[in-house]
């Protein structure tokens, strides 16, 4: 930013003279989506989104719902256009973090007929509006600090937090001119299209692990002493109560092969702001100061999300809500096997994962030698994944802080030649 940029102070705080504030309303209508009912929902049609869709700055398109050519001609309005902007108007006043407060923001960028349930506003500009930049407008509302402007401003007894039409429409905002809202939106979409990169490469790595597991453990084609696939190469087979293994290998219960071990009471008003992260049985849900287990561990939910199971490569505290695992084996080995275990709770009396029925999981045991051999295969990819999320940390702490500085001028993108003098 250079001396000579003068600034001026305004309803929304300090920002450059040349700089506007502007209504929301003035900019974009606010649109209401359908009140779909559970008869309205078909196996298969047209899509729904609903609140449960709807994350900070991004839409999740699974789990849906869909309705009828019918239902869609009726509820018309709530039909999606590319470039809609979401807004959650139904949420969590406190706690639970950003992902469940009211007011979560992401952009529809969708080319097929999509619809929305209530309780979402569609944010749509207006067609003689050509002050904002949709893209700008999301980046703006999806800060942290508009997240919680949302949760301040909402109604609602207890947790619940709701907000109106009208309460969207007349939020302020500062608005530069659309060039410099471009080199914005340019400069944050660069490193959240890096971050999106990492989660997709992430992504494959996991899969790539997935594969490599069946091949050697479900499939019993790891290398032979010639580094040909066992089982097609004849390697000799026997029976066993899982069908044929290879010989030298073993059927073990789940529970003679790792111990899940309860997690510990830590209610969200004694953490204290820290470096570890917090695991409950939906995965990170904060972070503490101290932690409970060295990494890398694994976490599997036992209330709540029963079953889920998660990776987790620094040291962690895992609360009450889960189990984390101790073996002396191969923990990238049990990381997989643990997902071919049936992990449900049969007995609808008792809630949670029972320990006792997931140590019944029957489990191939493989040799200690092709163990070892796997290790050495799976250790790099399970780093490369940690490095990339290494990566998307620091990327995100690097776009969360310069959101701020950028939107309010504080940060100013220089002109083009600026930079050459």
């Known amino acids: 930013m250079t001396s000579s940029t ?8 300090e920002i450059p003279e040349n700089w506007n504030v502007k209504e929301l309303g003035e900019m974009v209508s606010v649109i209401g989506g359908a009140p779909f009912k559970s008869k309205d ?26 309705i009828s050519n019918e239902t869609a001609r009726k509820y018309e309005n709530a039909k999606l256009k590319k470039g809609d902007l979401l807004v959650t108007m139904t949420g969590n006043r406190y706690g639970g973090g950003p992902d469940s407060w009211v007011g979560k923001v992401a952009l529809f960028n969708e080319n097929d007929n999509y619809f929305l349930n209530q309780r979402i506003g569609i944010l749509r500009q207006k067609n003689n509006n050509n002050e904002v930049d949709i893209n700008f407008l999301a980046y703006f509302l999806g800060s942290i600090d508009m997240q919680r402007r949302f949760v301040m401003i909402a109604t609602g007894a207890g ?30 979409s660069a490193l959240d299209d890096k971050i999106e990169f990492n989660r997709k490469m992430n992504k494959t790595l ?19 002493e010639n580094g040909k696939p066992y089982k097609s190469s004849g390697g000799e087979m026997v029976e066993s109560e899982l069908g044929e293994i290879p010989k030298g290998w073993k059927v073990k219960n789940l529970g003679e092969m790792l111990e899940l071990v309860y997690g510990k009471g830590l209610r969200e008003g004694d953490r204290q702001e820290g470096q ?24 599997v939910g036992r209330k709540g999300n029963v079953g889920s199971i998660f990776w987790v490569d620094n040291n962690f505290f895992p609360i009450d809500t889960t189990y984390y695992v101790r073996t002396n084996q191969s923990m990238y080995f049990a990381y997989f096997a643990l997902q071919l275990c049936n992990l449900s709770n049969s007995d609808s009396a008792v809630p949670g994962l029972s320990r006792g029925q ?37 990327l995100s702490q690097i776009r969360d802080s310069l959101l701020p500085r950028l939107m309010s ?10 930079l050459n003098g």
């Open 206 to 224: 996991e899969e790539m692990g997935k594969a490599l597991f069946k091949r050697w453990f479900v499939d019993f084609e790891f290398p032979n």
């Open 409 to 418: 001028g504080k940060l100013r993108v220089p002109k083009k030649g600026e």
């Open 358 to 394: 997931a140590y019944m999981n029957p489990l191939i045991s493989p040799e200690e030698s092709i163990l070892s051999k796997y290790d050495d295969i799976a250790k790099p990819i399970f780093n490369q994944k940690k490095k990339l999320k290494e990566e998307i940390e620091t």
């Open 276 to 299: 570890y992260p917090v695991y409950g049985s939906s995965g990170v849900v904060g972070n503490h100061i101290q932690f409970l287990v060295k990494a890398p561990g694994i976490v």
């Open 41 to 66: 929902f078909v196996s298969k049609g047209f899509p729904v989104l609903k609140i449960a869709n709807v994350k900070p700055m991004k839409l999740l398109l699974d789990d849906l719902d869909y």
């Open 6 to 13: 003068q600034y001026k102070q305004t309803e929304v705080g």
């Open 159 to 188: 947790g619940q937090a709701n907000i109106s039409p009208t309460q969207i429409k007349t939020l302020k905002i500062p608005l530069p001119d659309l060039i410099v809202q471009h080199q914005i939106t340019s400069i944050l």
